[in-house]
């Protein structure tokens, strides 16, 4: 059975840095893209980063070339580094298993979220 566990995240002034972490179980090897998605108050969930299974990484606009997203196979882990962060980037950070290996759209399990807070 996949499953996800986030860490990380955390309060942060605007300009700063936060790093947000999934260990993930249960999964097999090239079967799944892993990405992050984000859903602040009032607004509908977001997919911000998507790292295929083959290495491509994938952003949504408002966070390309702030943040990053990376893999690690041997540790069992994705993670989110996100730079110069905004007030907009609040949010709860879910980890996320495609549903294929190339894309993270449609998920198939989630974490439970960590909270990411970006003051102004």
């Known amino acids: 059975q996949l499953q996800l566990v986030e860490s990380g995240g955390g309060l942060v002034q605007s300009g700063g840095s936060l790093s947000v972490s999934c260990r993930y179980s249960?999964?097999?090897?090239?079967?799944?893209?892993m990405g992050w998605f984000r859903q602040a108050p009032g607004k509908e969930r977001e997919e911000v980063a998507c790292?295929?299974?083959?290495?491509?990484?994938y952003y949504m606009e408002s966070v390309e070339g702030r943040f990053t997203i990376s893999r690690d196979e041997a540790k069992s882990t994705v993670d989110l580094y996100m730079n110069n962060l905004k007030p907009e980037d609040t949010a709860m950070y879910y980890c996320?298993?495609?549903?294929?290996?190339?894309?993270?759209?449609?998920?198939?399990?989630w974490g439970r979220g960590t909270q990411v807070t970006v003051s102004s």
């Open positions: 996320a298993a495609g549903a294929t290996y190339d894309k993270c759209s449609d998920p198939t399990t």
């Open positions: 249960g999964i097999t090897l090239g079967y799944h893209a």
């Open positions: 790292r295929s299974a083959t290495g491509n990484s």
